[in-house]
């Protein structure tokens, strides 16, 4: 709403015969909506302050992990020696049914 309607809702108001009841009722009413208000405010902002201080709180911690290069985390010969057999299993296999095939030939 702009000025000149909250001006005129207010002069409304201000003309209507209400009693000290009803006058408590609409303040209560508006205090409401003001309350909600703010209480969703205050959660989106509690909300991204979390979030703020989580990315802050992730970054220090990884700051603090070196960084790898791929010569550090390349395998070495000897392991290559060692899968260099190694083929993929196909991807129609049913790893559960060899799980099970194989639990039953060693022990019965």
């Known amino acids: 709403m702009n000025a000149a309607s909250l001006q ?23 205090y409401e909506d003001i309350k909600t208000e703010l209480q969703n ?3 989106k902002n509690r909300q991204a302050n979390i979030s703020e201080i989580r990315k802050q709180r992730e970054t220090e911690l990884w700051a603090d992990i070196p960084k790898l ?9 000897d392991i290559l020696d060692i899968v260099k057999d190694i083929e ?3 991807e129609d296999v049913d790893i559960d049914k060899l799980k099970q095939d194989y639990l039953i030939q ?3």
């Not at 005129?8 to 508006?30: C, E, I, S, V």
């Not at 010569?71 to 010969?77: C, F, G």
């Open 88 to 90: 993929p299993l196909p």
């Open 69 to 77: 290069s791929a010569e550090d985390i390349a395998p070495t010969q």
């Open 41 to 43: 405010k205050e959660n």
């Open 8 to 30: 005129h809702l207010w002069t409304y108001l201000q003309g209507l015969t209400l009693t000290p009841r009803n006058k408590q009722w609409l303040a209560d009413h508006l």
């Open 106 to 108: 060693k022990h019965g």
